[in-house]
């Protein structure tokens, strides 16, 4: 079974607190996910640096990165170069700022449609 971490970012707390708790919670319980962990800022190099360490622990085939737009990871990456050890071609990063969140009328409705895509987005068996 493929073993998936995951990381989520807080973008400085306009992610409510609430939503990324019950998000964490639900992935948490997927039997694919090693492990959840939010970062204050993904994009950062010490995050990158952080993130880099616990990925290095072994055992992860793929990483998800729960928070905005891919182009603002891809950027961060390509700008500090760390060599993560993993399958570049399994990254995937969940827009849940722009695509769910601000795209919803309540947290609520946010998550539900959050939980409606995790098991096609973040599966890579």
């Keep these: 079974m493929s073993r998936i971490g995951i990381f989520i970012d807080t973008f400085q707390e306009s992610i409510p607190v609430?939503?990324?708790?019950?998000?964490?919670?639900y992935v948490k319980d997927l039997p694919e996910i090693a492990f959840c962990i939010e970062e204050e800022n993904l994009t950062s190099a010490?995050?990158?640096?952080?993130?880099?360490?616990r990925l290095e622990?072994?055992?992860i085939e793929g990483v998800v990165?729960?928070?905005?737009?891919p182009k603002r990871y891809e950027t961060s990456f390509q700008k500090f170069g760390y060599p993560f050890p993993f399958n570049p071609y399994l990254l995937?990063?969940?827009?849940?700022?722009?695509?769910?969140?601000?795209?919803?009328?309540?947290?609520?409705?946010a998550l539900e449609k959050a939980k409606s895509s995790f098991p096609k987005q973040f599966s890579v068996s």
């Design 57 to 59: 622990t072994g055992g």
């Design 65 to 69: 990165l729960i928070g905005g737009s």
């Design 92 to 109: 995937a990063v969940a827009n849940i700022r722009e695509q769910v969140l601000w795209t919803m009328p309540d947290e609520q409705a």
């Design 18 to 25: 609430s939503l990324r708790k019950k998000i964490s919670d």
């Design 46 to 53: 010490d995050a990158l640096k952080r993130m880099a360490t």
